[in-house]
């Protein structure tokens, strides 16, 4: 149990080009999803976390109108990352987490997006 | 603040070995606690967690971690390491007064010779 989809697994495409990530839950409500950052050989840095129906949370030094966050429904969150540049080439892994607080949360496979 | 040490960024070990990862943690009350592992290009597994109780908790693959609050460890353990067991591990630290957002280490790459 406790799968989580991301989809696509990699995307290349040109600079200025807007690029959506999914995240799906696929056998749990997520009442809360995050998504995070990974540079090569670096740790994850947490992007934004957004609970069901409201709006994302950012963390500091995240462009919210870079990274579009909406979590319309309790297994599905996209990020959408606008006008992409190749500074924002990275790898993106999404993670859910349903019910109370002290519920584990369980990632994607992750995006690897490259901005040429 | 909340905040993970991971140590050591790389341990070799042989197949067969025992093994133990170290973590420490910054937490200002009763953390949450957790163990992932990431192989290359994919995204995180849970290994194991500790949220309260026995200090000695039992995950996948074989892992066990222990918490040790005096010492702010969460160290993770297997007795016999397989060469499937390459891959990254990552510590985190959570809870309710960080808003329930993990804090991740910077992970330690594990190699296993044959």
């Known amino acids: 149990g406790a799968v989580v989809s991301q989809h696509p697994s990699r995307v290349i495409c040109k600079s200025g080009t807007s690029v959506k990530i999914e995240c799906r839950s696929l056998?749990?409500?997520?009442?809360?999803m995050f998504w995070y950052r990974q540079f090569p050989k670096q740790s994850l840095m947490l992007m934004a976390t957004s609970n069901e129906g409201s709006k994302a949370t950012y963390e500091q030094g995240v462009e919210k109108d870079k990274f579009l966050i909406n979590h319309a429904s309790l297994t599905l969150s996209t990020l959408t990352v606008t006008s992409a540049h190749p500074e924002d080439s990275s790898f993106y892994i999404c993670?859910?987490?349903?019910?109370?607080?002290?519920?584990?949360?369980?990632f994607g496979d992750g995006t690897r997006l490259s901005i040429l | 603040a909340q905040s993970v040490t991971q140590p050591d960024i790389h341990i070799t070990v042989s197949e067969g070995a025992s093994l133990e990862l170290r973590c420490n943690y910054s937490?200002?009350?009763?953390?949450?606690l957790f163990w992932y592992v990431q192989s290359p290009g994919q995204g995180l597994q849970l290994l194991l967690k500790?949220?309260?109780?026995?200090?000695l908790v039992q995950g996948i693959k074989g892992f066990e971690a222990e918490f040790k609050r005096s010492q702010s460890s969460f160290n993770l353990r297997k007795p016999s390491v397989h060469w499937s067991d390459a891959a990254e591990y990552f510590c985190a630290v959570g809870g309710t007064r960080g808003g329930n957002k993990l804090t991740f280490g910077t992970g330690t790459q594990l190699k296993v010779e044959l």
């Open positions: 993670s859910a987490r349903g019910g109370s607080g002290n519920q584990p949360q369980h």
């Open positions: 056998d749990f409500q997520a009442t809360t």
């Open positions: 937490y200002g009350a009763t953390p949450y």
């Open positions: 500790y949220f309260s109780g026995d200090t």
